[in-house]
């Protein structure tokens, strides 16, 4: 309902005001109601002190005039101007006069119609007062009484002036209780608002906090509110709030302690392990180099410990660059040629999936950003892993890369077909997982500002399964894995589950991020970076 108010204060002024109306109505409707009951009642005890003298007079010959010296010429000197007489006989009217303003006034003869005459003779002759509204006259106030000869005998008075009293009180009451209204609602409306300002600074320092990135990282929390007056509810409510607050940041500073002692000891656990892997791969493959005869089971023993330590020693790898990124350590800031890279990071994809079909994209200018050469290569390099080992044989990957200017719009969606083969290769592509639900999207990192430079967009798209739709959300957490059991080895091997995480952790670090589209059968995951200049 747009009509009603929305914020606390304006309802309670609103309601006040409308509290306030209404019992100024009530007594409005009381005093207007109460006098013209008075005013009635007098009117009535007028016309029972008059009696049917003046009626009466009528019965023989009509009115008189004012200077003649009789008793109807009393009877009409003794009532007031604006008397109405009437004398029925058998439910007609006979006379009917009213007495005339003025020093010397007489009667006037009035003449009645049809409608009129009916409502004079349907007053009950009980000596009652009733008001009747006479067409010619207007509202008047009846009496009937019985008359000596058997007639009906009505005498009257005007309603003029009890109506002028009730109309000039409404007009006084609707200005009085008018000005009271606008007074109160203004009177009201800063009693709230002094009496809400602790909520309000609730309100603000609540606001404030939602502005914060509580999600990571540490976090300063606005100062309290400090409302001292505890007998309040507000004073309660925002010592409640600020209780609330006092835990809430107890636990994001224990958060934050513990993620630092958790980046602390990967990086030092990544670290200290690099040596005896190391170590272990270079022992497996001294061994294996030995010139004496050795049995078979210890040679595949020895490679197989070849294998796991080199496995073992990217897995470590991985671990201390994470770490090191989420240290906020710096990385190079150096112009990179993101065209060369790509074409590099493909014809090694190409050699490493020989059973796929590759495919490029790339516009005819160079395309360069600024950053670390070596971590975007790394990056690129993960994303194009990814899409060979989670998409079968003979699926398409194409990688596609172009600039967006400022004004332009960001392509999210799949390129289309590509222009031509590298290394062998024909199409688009990358997922992670077989899928059968709709399309969807997941975003990791924050999206990067436009400046004069423009936006770098590097796509990696695949026709394979697709990503799960339970993976999509988490796709770019750490340790995230595709569930082989459901999707079956694609021939690529299996991976740490760290790939994507770093590719996000770069984009970060570079001042740009990687979204996933997906839906089975096309897969695109699509890096943000900022231009060159930005």
Known sequence: ?????????????????????????????????????????????????????????????????????????????????????????????????????????????????????????TLPADGRGRTTELSSLGDYRMMAVHGRDGDI????LPMESVEAAVHRLVLVAAIVFGAALAVAGVAGALWVRWSLRPLSRVAATASRVSELPLSSGEVALPPRVRESDSRSEVGRFAGAFDAMLGHVEDALTKRHASEERLRSFAADASHELRTPVASIRGHAELALLHPDPVPHKVVRALERIEAEAARMGEVVDDLLLLARLDAGRPLERRPVDLTRLVLDAVTDAHAAGPGHRWALELSEEPVTVTGDAHRLHQALANLLANARLHTPVGSTVTVSLKTVPPTGAEAGQPAGQPTGPADGGTARGAATDTTTGSASGTTAGRTAGRTAGGTVLLEVHDDGPGVAADIRPKVFERFTRADRRRTGDMGGGAGTGLGLSIVAAVAEAHGGSVTLVSEPGSTTFTVRLPADGE
């Open 153 to 156: 005998l009505v005498t009257g």
């Open 1 to 121: 309902m747009p009509l009603l108010p929305h914020t606390l204060r304006a309802r309670l002024t609103a309601g006040l005001v409308v509290l306030l109306a209404v019992s100024c109505a009530a007594v409005g409707v009381a005093a207007v109601v109460e006098l013209n009951g008075f005013l009635t009642g007098r009117l009535d005890q007028q016309l029972r002190a008059a009696g049917e003298r003046f009626p009466a007079s009528l019965e023989h010959g009509g009115p008189q005039p004012s200077d003649h010296d009789g008793d109807e010429d009393g009877d009409t000197r003794r009532q007031a101007a604006g008397t109405f007489g009437a004398r029925l006989v058998d439910g007609a009217v006979t006379n009917a006069a009213v007495v005339a303003s003025g020093h010397d006034a007489g009667t006037v003869t009035v003449t009645l119609g049809a409608r009129d005459a009916k409502k004079l003779a």
